[in-house]
């Protein structure tokens, strides 16, 4: 079986686990003019427990904690959100949090920051800050068979930061027949990646974007509003539009860095013909894995057996089809890898004809 590898996919190396030594921390955020920030959260990555909070002096402490190599997000709500890479082993730690976006759009004046086609525009009725968003189908619902766009005219510079961070607030009403909006990246502008997309119903909601896999590089930004030829809903609003890079002196989170825990990835995305499925990590001896395909109704679209006598690096091609060897329809897919009924991990993607 032929597979691509695309040349940006991440690298997982195996990781020997010694005993760990403990130790007592205090983790500081300070806002990047110095002042303490209160309520910062500070998570890690690859442990599924809750977030610690900073105090009053912006200050967590850490008492027999695991040292270690962790991947870490570190926010507060009107800062970027910092992910960072670092060995912690000693007592203290001090992260600096860029409060000034370097791009910033609440779409009151005008759209001279973007190049779109099709209907986007700014609404009138509907906003989250002031009185006016971005919004593919200003006017009322979006046509069947849109495929629109709406781009940041310059590209970012991500050449010499050591963070990068979008935020952003939408809220949006598209119908789930295979509508979607999109957003996605690109060094070139031509070819276009995937970073999120969104369909369904949601209110206003805050969403954020780590680029940091996109540093060293001129980058493109774009919504696409994309509808299939039936079905039609009010569409995407977008408001409150911020990019943040900072080259705080802090190391860089590095996609790179060994995953402690099993990967699933999919490529490209959006897909037509072949999705790529590659699995990291697994466990040999340790029962079946399951791999399944599920709708966005949460449906079973197909399984696919992964027996323990694999190896723990696997590639796997999806062909698009259901169980029952039929073309699936355009629309959002689920790749949900589990063991014994239980969850390890889930990717999404969108099949495109
Ligand atoms: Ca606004």
């Known amino acids: 079986m032929l597979v691509n590898i695309s040349a940006d996919a991440v690298t997982v190396a195996d990781v020997a686990l010694l005993p760990a030594e403990q130790v007592n921390m205090v983790i500081t955020v300070l806002s990047d003019d110095a002042n303490p920030i209160a309520g910062a959260s500070i998570r890690f990555i690859d442990d599924e427990a809750e977030p610690y909070y900073t105090d009053q002096n912006g200050q967590v402490s850490l008492n027999g904690f695991n040292a270690g190599l962790y991947r870490m997000a570190i926010q507060a709500q009107g800062y970027e959100v910092l992910h960072r890479s670092l060995e912690l082993s000693s007592e203290s730690y001090t992260f600096y949090l860029q409060g000034t ?18 209907n986007w525009g700014r609404s009138s009725l509907i906003a989250y800050s002031g009185s006016r968003s971005l919004c593919d189908s200003p006017t009322g619902n979006y046509q069947n068979n849109t495929n629109s766009h709406c781009r940041l005219t310059q590209a970012i510079d991500l050449r010499q930061v050591l963070n990068a961070n979008i935020q952003f607030m939408a809220r949006y009403s598209i119908a789930l027949d295979g509508d979607y909006c999109m957003l996605s990246y690109s060094t070139n502008g031509s070819t276009w ?10 209110p206003w909601q805050q969403y954020s974007y780590n680029l940091n896999h996109l540093i060293g590089n001129l980058v493109y930004l774009r919504f696409s ?16 539009f911020k990019l943040f890079t900072s080259s705080n002196p802090t190391p860089v989170y590095d996609e790179q860095v ?38 966005v109704k949460g449906q079973l679209v197909k399984s696919i057996n992964i027996h323990s006598a694999l190896s723990k690096d696997t590639d796997i091609v999806w062909d698009g089809k259901d169980g029952s060897q039929n073309r699936c329809a355009n629309g959002i897919y689920f790749v949900k890898l589990s063991q014994k009924g239980r ?5 999404k993607t969108i099949l495109i004809k």
């Open 101 to 118: 976006p370097t791009v910033s759009d609440d779409f009151e004046v005008d759209l001279s920051a973007w190049v779109t086609t099709g």
């Open 193 to 202: 990646n995937y970073l999120a997309d969104f369909t369904g119903i949601s």
């Open 225 to 240: 509003m994309v509808a299939t030829n039936s079905g039609v809903a009010d569409g995407i609003y977008i408001d409150d």
């Open 258 to 295: 060994p995953l402690l825990q099993t990967q699933l990835s999919t490529y490209p995305n959006p897909f037509g013909d072949m999705l790529n499925i590659k699995l990291r990590g697994l466990k040999h001896g340790a029962g079946n894995y399951e791999l399944g395909i599920y709708n």
């Open 343 to 347: 969850t390890i991990n889930t990717s």
